[in-house]
């Protein structure tokens, strides 16, 4: 018992003594660290007020080229590849104190020096004495000028080697031929050939004014007969079922009841047995008289006759066709009830025909009254048709612009239908001893017309000329070409485009010189 008390009342020292020491240890450290902490804080505040000298003293700034960003330099100067001058990369990173004042330094050290090499190169281009380009570039000189210009700025030209003022760039040579009114274009043989470049011979040739052109296969309308029935009365018996349909003549094509024929048949009935029992003038007149009126009711002489030998009246009159053709319209059936103003029906003979066809507003002169025209209709494998322009009509198409003329064909066959599409060729008279190239050859530009000429292998010019008649892919030259010279048919247009790019140098030179 007494030694369990002992070690009980032994217990608390030995919990005293190792929580002082566990208490103890964070003081000490705390303090060890306070100690430490002190010179590094001293070292960085030196460190940060010698920083600005040293960053100043060791910033490195990047300049690049406009044209190449591939090139870098650490130094301003000029791009290796093209010549321009090299700026300041934008993004550059600096760890200055002051970046806003050490920017505006740096712009201010780099636009100095941009300065004072733009007026060193500006000095070499433009303070070189240059004679004129009028004295230069001469009418009948066969002597090319040589021109630098810059690639960026066109309008910077100079008569000697440089760079440009403005970026800094070579000057391109540029050569422009001595005569004024040609460019002169050089080509090599194996670009001529990448370029298929095809020439044809300036030659007098007939250039006749033919005109090809469409129409349409139409009635004749002189042709045309319209049936009208002269009295009032009823349709008893229709022959003619549809249209289209081909009538002969003498062909019944109806019958009629009408009383106002009856009463002239029975009037002419009357007049006979008068003229027959009396032997008086007067009543042979009378016969006379009912005999025509019933011949301008629709009786043929044929029926004037039957019915004076019968003596029987008709109560339903036939009529019959006048003229072979073909039913255009109809507009009765059977038991309807007509009047002189119903049109029973048209007949047309188709052994003519008509071809309407359209001509461009600007070949209107070559088109006479008389002319020969060949037409085709290839739809019906017809060609080769030979007609005459019949008709030419007095005014335009408002809308195409065209003029109509109409040729007259026979058509003993009826093997045109009319509403048919027919070519049409005309042939007007023809322009001998002409100064012709192909058509292909001419380069329009709604101003003025050129073609390109071929003055040696490797040399062409483009010229301007006057245009006269075009016909069957020829054109007529008025002025600007010589019989023999070659033009190019085919690669004009490129050539044309790089002799305007020249056209263009010339007169900038003329009138932009430095």
């Known amino acids: ?142 002597e090319t000028t040589t021109k630098y210009i810059c690639p960026m700025h066109a309008h910077i030209i100079s008569d000697v080697p440089g760079t440009c003022p403005i970026c800094g760039m070579n000057l391109e040579k540029v050569e422009t031929g001595g005569n004024t009114h040609e460019i002169n274009i050089n080509v090599s043989g194996s670009m001529q050939q990448a370029l298929a470049i095809k020439v044809a011979k300036v030659e007098h040739d007939t250039l006749w004014k033919f005109v ?89 002489e044929q029926q004037i006759k039957q019915l004076a030998d019968s003596r029987q009246t008709q109560y339903r009159v036939p009529f019959y066709a006048q003229q072979d053709g073909v039913v255009e319209t109809l507009s009765i059936r059977d038991g309807m009830y007509i009047e002189p103003s119903t049109e029973v029906m048209s007949l047309v003979d188709l052994s003519k025909v008509w071809v309407i066809a359209d001509v461009f507003e600007n070949e209107q002169s070559w088109i006479v009254k008389g002319q020969q025209a060949e037409v085709a209709v290839p739809a019906m494998n017809l060609s080769g048709i030979k007609g005459t322009i019949d008709y030419i009509y007095p005014e335009l198409d408002p809308v195409t612009r065209s003029l109509r003329v109409r040729v007259v064909l026979n058509n003993t066959h009826v093997s045109l239908r009319p509403k048919t599409l027919a070519k049409v060729s005309l042939f007007g008279g023809p322009n001998k001893d002409t100064l012709v190239i192909p058509q292909e050859a001419l380069i329009q530009t709604g101003k003025e017309n ?23 892919g020829k054109a007529e030259i008025v002025s600007g070409l010589t019989k023999g010279e070659r033009v190019v048919i085919s690669g004009q247009f490129l050539l044309d485009s790089e002799a305007s790019l020249k056209g263009s140098l010339m007169r900038l030179s003329s009138g932009h010189q430095h």
Not at 110 to 133: G, L
Not at 461 to 467: E, P
Request: proline share 5%.
């Open 1 to 142: 018992m007494n030694s369990f008390k002992t070690v009980k009342k032994q217990t608390p020292k030995a919990v005293l003594i190792l929580s002082s020491l566990l208490l103890g240890t964070p003081w000490l450290s705390h303090a060890q660290l306070a100690s430490t902490q002190q010179p590094v804080a001293t070292e960085a505040a030196v460190n940060s007020a010698t920083a600005p000298k040293n960053n100043s003293l060791n910033q490195v700034k990047t300049y690049t080229c406009p044209m190449h960003p591939e090139v870098l330099s650490h130094e301003p100067g000029r791009c290796p590849k093209c010549n321009m001058f090299l700026v300041e990369k934008e993004g550059t990173d600096t760890n200055s104190a002051d970046p806003h004042a050490e920017h505006q330094h740096t712009d201010h050290l780099a636009t100095e020096h941009a300065h004072t090499s733009t007026t060193k190169a500006a000095s070499q281009v433009f303070d070189t004495p240059t004679p004129k380009a009028n004295n230069l570039v001469k009418k009948t000189s066969e």
């Open 212 to 300: 090809e052109t469409v129409g349409q296969v139409d009635y004749d309308e002189s042709q045309i007969t319209h049936i009208h029935a002269r009295v009032t009365g009823w349709v008893e018996k229709l022959m003619v079922k549809s249209m289209g349909d081909t009538v002969k003549k003498g062909q019944l094509l109806y019958e009629i009841y009408s009383p106002d024929l009856v009463n002239a048949q029975d009037d002419y009935l009357l007049a006979l047995d008068t003229a027959k029992t009396a032997s008086n003038q007067r009543y042979q007149d009378l016969v006379r008289r009912a005999g025509l009126r019933l011949s301008f009711l629709g009786f043929t």
């Open 450 to 472: 050129r073609v390109i000429v071929k003055q040696d292998d490797n040399s062409f010019a483009a010229k301007v000329v006057t245009v006269g008649m075009m016909s069957q």
